[in-house]
């Protein structure tokens, strides 16, 4: 089992991969969290890459620049992306998400958080 400092939420966005000035569209998100986020892209993404990203997250006016991210993992599974240290006003927007993600995970019934049966919404 796998024990992360900053717990995974399902999560439902869009947004694009940048590397060297070509945009590749997210084609599913799949979690979120304070450092990361996995999602699937056509991008032929390797471990160690750096990476910008633009996310479409709900509840915000306009997409969330992450600059530098750096490719973790890659494969059948997805991109697993960790996120530098971002500016203040970035990071508090990502702070709520996060926030309401969490409560939205603490009200499933147990057996969905269990299942992964837990849809991920955020409206």
């Known amino acids: 089992?796998?024990?992360?400092?900053?717990?995974?939420?399902?999560?439902?966005?869009?947004?694009?991969?940048?590397?060297?000035?070509?945009?590749?569209?997210?084609?599913?998100?799949?979690?979120?969290?304070?450092?990361?986020c996995r999602v699937q892209s056509t991008f032929p993404a390797f471990t160690g890459m750096k990476v910008d990203l633009q996310l479409n997250l709900p509840d915000l006016s306009a997409p969330l620049h992450i600059r530098g991210a750096v490719v973790r993992w890659a494969g059948s599974q997805g991109i697993g992306i960790e996120f530098p240290s971002l500016p203040s006003p970035d990071e508090q927007q990502l702070e709520r998400i996060i926030r309401r993600l969490e409560a939205q995970a603490e009200q499933a019934p147990s057996h969905h958080r269990t299942l992964g049966a837990y849809a991920g919404s955020l409206r």
Request: proline letters at 8%; a positive charge; zero cysteines.
């Open 1 to 36: 089992m796998v024990v992360r400092k900053h717990p995974r939420f399902p999560a439902s966005f869009t947004g694009v991969v940048i590397h060297r000035r070509e945009s590749h569209p997210i084609s599913k998100s799949m979690d979120l969290s304070r450092k990361g």
